[in-house]
């Protein structure tokens, strides 16, 4: 007796072959490109927003956690992934960001799956941004709870959604949005939820180091840290240059996710050597405040540049600029010219744009020069191509 190759044309899979052909056809192909430990591209492609991913203070704090906890949590946070280094991060996020508790887990996205799922389930009301990141949409998906998509930005749409509901509900929004790096209504959301007795989840994963008062992240900006009724996600992984998630909130809140959130039971803890060099990161942003002035003031550069240049740049309320591209074969063409000119950027097309619109998308971090932001601008123009501009 035969079997049919798993990879056959017939097989349980040949199916595959139909999907890689309508994605190759719709310019949507995406594949893995491993980066070398060092390289000559200057690298606006990552979301090291502070420039502390490779900083000697940052990767000797990972290392020295490494060589102290070993390479791994060894188990969940509830067996044996727990360590009183997990729980000095924790207690120094809540602190810094200005909220009561705090719960790290092994990544943003799982941390916007705990809060999500643990925080809803059947009869509540999701209130969820047209352009929320994917991990949150997925939030969404697996809560079962009744999931309501309002108009981006628009916190008279979640007013009118949420009018309508008399049971539990929570509003969901990023705090700056992950495409045009343009800032969520912070205000108006909270004013919103708030007349109807609902939450408000946000997702800071670009505002954290970067917005705030000394980096200390969008809600506490906006005056909405530490509020009974507001929890906030992050990720360690962009301004912190390390790896993780955290979920930030009332204490009541944090000792619920801890019982409930199936990410955080089920996962294996954050790796050591990730906690020590976002605890590192972290408390190098306290004695050096003015790293996200440098950022922010190097994304407002590119913007003033590129829109010189005549292309379509979005004013940045963090450190994402996005240029708009005529197709998404163009953007991809795009990004490779500008990394054959020693640039890497973004390249972002659907279904990552949530308007169905293809962009470079370019992050400012606070160690670039004048000399490279300059000199990133023109490569950009000169390599546009036909329909940019």
Known sequence: MTSTPPDAPHGPFGWIAEQAAARAAAGLHRELRPRPAESD???LAGNDYLGLTRHPEVTEAGARACRRWGAGA???RL???STALHAGLE??????TGFEAALVLASGYAANLAAVTALTGPGTLLVSDAANHASLIDGCRLSRARTEVTAHADPAAVRKVLAGHSGRAVVVSD????????????????AAARASGAALLLDDAHGLGVLGPGGRGAPNGAGLAGAPDVVCTAT???SLGAQGGVVLGPAAVIDHLVNAARTFIFDTGLAPAAAGAALGALRLLRREPERPGRALAAARAFHRGLTAEGLDATAPDACVVSVRAPSPAAAVRWA????????AVGCFRPPSVPDGVSRLRITANAALTQGQIASAIATV??????GAR
């Open 336 to 343: 490779a010219d500008c990394r054959a000119a020693g640039l």
């Open 91 to 96: 207690a120094e996020l809540a602190d810094f």
């Open 381 to 386: 123009a000169a390599t546009a191509p036909a």
């Open 74 to 76: 060894t188990g969940s």
């Open 41 to 43: 591209l200057l690298d």
């Open 236 to 238: 360690l992984s962009k």
């Open 79 to 81: 067996v044996t992934g």
């Open 175 to 190: 705090t700056v949005f992950s495409v045009d790096g343009d800032a969520a209504p912070l205000a108006g959301l909270a």
